[in-house]
């Protein structure tokens, strides 16, 4: 068992640290958020005054954070968590972040002796909390062997994708493949349905044929279809649709790095953006379909 501090206590962050205190894991977590903590204090944590107080001693240091800009400053600077860590400490930052600012922090770690990788998730609040997570891991294949000892407790799925910054790149490419799988979903289901099929019929057609992917087979966006998919329960996310926005802003910046046209990328990224616009932010990205179903019926 190890002693680990977890710094960010959000949608996912939260079920990840209470599964490493499940999994016998000495666990000490930071948050700015009180009912976070007292949430993970109740579950068998230690809370910490401060993130520095957190990692204190610690084996590994795990954070899951918003944005890039979080993660620099928690890290770097003369007050960042590296100048206060040693090589004895893996770190671990399971945020979805822009790929230059993971390979920044993860080279300064490096510099500093200190194992670093940058590990953003797949799988959503569900996997989260099952302990199911998909992590794509950027980093050295030193720090990768050492990284699976404790990510072993909160997924199932644990990929070495290459350097510092390579987790976030496959993140990426991973997201704007399922923006845009997504939306082709709904538009099939739904052409479908227009033309009296029942929408659960033409699923199992399309699972048994060339069309199925797994937006059809485990979160299908119609609703009644699934009954565990958030479409049945009134699109309660899941993977709020702020966040697939968020990952395709990041997944087209990868895209303009490497001078790639991706037509259906920037097309999934618009529409995603104009359904947040219209106030649906906060509800599962799956509610796409209803966004194609307005569109149709106006």
């Not at 590994?60 to 860590?85: N, Q, R, T």
């Not at 997201?175 to 929408?199: F, H, S, V």
């Not at 303009?256 to 990224?269: E, H, P, R, S, T």
Request: charged share 15%; net charge negative.
């Amino acid at each position: 068992m190890a002693d680990v501090g977890f710094i960010g206590l959000g949608n996912m962050g939260g079920p990840m640290a209470i599964n490493l205190v499940k999994a016998g894991h000495t666990v000490a977590v930071f948050d700015l958020s009180q009912v976070a903590c007292d949430q993970l204090r109740e579950k068998g944590a230690s809370v910490a005054g401060s993130a520095a107080e957190a990692v204190a001693g610690v084996d590994y240091v795990i954070s899951m954070l918003p944005a890039g800009k979080h993660v620099a400053e928690l890290y770097l600077g003369d007050g960042g968590l590296l100048s206060k860590l040693d090589g004895s400490v893996t770190i671990l930052d399971c945020s979805t972040i822009d790929a230059a600012t993971a390979r920044r922090v993860g080279e300064a770690a490096v510099e500093s002796g200190i194992g670093f990788m940058d590990a953003p998730v797949s799988g959503g609040v569900a996997a989260a909390t099952a302990g199911t997570l998909a992590f794509m891991c950027g980093g050295d294949a030193d720090t990768f062997e050492k990284a699976r000892v404790i990510l072993k407790d909160l997924g199932k799925n644990i990929f070495h994708a290459g350097p510092a910054g390579a987790g976030q790149v496959a993140k990426g490419c991973n997201n704007m493949l399922l923006a845009i799988q997504m939306i082709g979903t709904c538009e099939a289901l739904e052409m479908g349905a227009r033309n009296g099929l029942d929408p659960k019929v033409l699923s199992e057609i399309m699972l048994a044929s060339s069309g199925r992917n797994w937006s059809l087979e485990v979160y299908n966006p119609y609703p009644g279809v699934m009954d565990t998919a958030p479409a049945s329960d009134g699109y309660q996310p899941g993977f709020m649709v702020d966040l697939m926005v968020k990952d395709l802003g990041l997944a087209m910046e990868i895209a303009q790095q490497c001078d790639i046209d991706n037509a259906m990328g920037k097309l999934a990224a618009a529409l995603y953006g104009q359904h947040q616009q219209a106030g649906n932010g906060k509800r599962d990205f799956s509610s796409i379909l209803q966004k194609l179903q307005n569109e149709i019926s106006a």
